[in-house]
């Protein structure tokens, strides 16, 4: 496995589990691209994802926050 992930690694990693959830129709209704995701290592070996949530006139509304888990392959809340 590599030693850094990408958003993309991420995406094909955990889409067995979360099929939905880097979806063109999901990532639309949040305004989103895969491109806005940001992905930072933690020390505990997951990675922090997260992007930016917008609204029809691109105003910040919220934040998509979440980690992955290289052993599951899974996204995770906390």
Not at 11 to 29: A, H, I, N, V
Not at 56 to 62: A, D, E, L, R
């Amino acid at each position: 496995m590599k030693t850094r992930l990408t958003i993309y690694d991420i995406k094909e990693l955990s889409s067995k589990d979360s099929p939905y959830f880097f979806s063109r129709d999901t990532l639309k209704f949040f305004h989103q691209r895969m491109a806005d995701f940001h992905v930072k290592k933690q020390s505990d070996g997951r990675y922090y994802i997260y992007a930016n949530m917008r609204d029809n006139s691109g105003k910040i509304v919220g934040l998509t926050e979440r980690y992955f888990n290289p052993e599951t392959n899974k996204l995770e809340f906390e």
